[in-house]
């Protein structure tokens, strides 16, 4: 503790130069992808993201040089995260399947569908972005299929039950985009109950 004029001064208390790098770094991540929901990539520029996060265009460029680099790893870090979010729900293995395929569906709704999808978009028709996603996009539905198949506890050994798992999970993404435009909840709620019935019966 110093002492200044006479009176006792508190230690100022630093945070590790590493910590504040990964601090900034995930504010940016989170706000590329708020703002991709938002405001679509035409309208998610370096700028509009680095205000959104509170730092400085110069910092979010040292973190991500370039614009495809921010929202394909924006893109990818909440993806992780709902992974992480959605093993979370059922720690000890899941024995409602319902639940299960209720949790996976709720994978593509909300923000972050709406930001990746966003990124399809623009991937389409720019060439550069179009390899990145394409190769983003294979990662995290290799990891979404494996998380379902764990959840719903599948046999993958049993004839048809890869494709049913992967059918529902093409089905789950529709709903989806189905909630884009209107609120699909109570429709959405009765797709849920009977996909668990057809994935009961695939799956045994």
């Known amino acids: 503790m110093g002492v ?12 590790p130069k590493q910590d504040r790098s990964r601090a900034t770094r995930q504010r940016l991540l989170e706000a590329a992808v708020a703002c991709l929901a938002e405001r679509g990539w035409a309208g998610s520029t370096v700028s509009v993201v680095a205000e959104r996060a509170g730092v400085s265009r110069g910092a979010a460029q040292h973190h991500f040089p370039t614009r495809e680099d921010l929202f394909t790893a924006a893109v990818e870090y909440v993806a992780e995260e709902r992974s992480t979010a959605l093993r979370a729900l059922f720690p000890e293995g899941a ?3 319902r639940a299960v395929v209720a949790a996976l569906v709720d994978l593509y ?14 991937a389409s028709n720019e060439d550069q972005l179009r390899t990145r996603v394409t190769e983003l996009e294979g990662r995290v539905g290799r990891e979404t299929h494996r998380i379902a198949v764990d959840l719903l506890n599948a046999d993958e050994t049993r004839p048809g039950a890869r494709e049913t798992v992967q059918g529902f999970l093409d089905m789950s993404r529709g709903l989806g985009l189905a909630n884009l435009l209107t609120d699909d909840t109570a429709r959405r709620a009765r797709v849920v109950t009977q996909w668990a019935a057809i994935l009961d019966n695939a799956l045994g």
Do not use: I, S
């Open 109 to 122: 709704t909300g923000p972050l569908f709406r930001a990746a999808l966003h990124l399809w978009v623009a």
């Open 4 to 15: 200044v004029n006479g009176a006792a001064q508190a230690p100022v208390e630093r945070v």
């Open 95 to 97: 024995t409602d399947r």
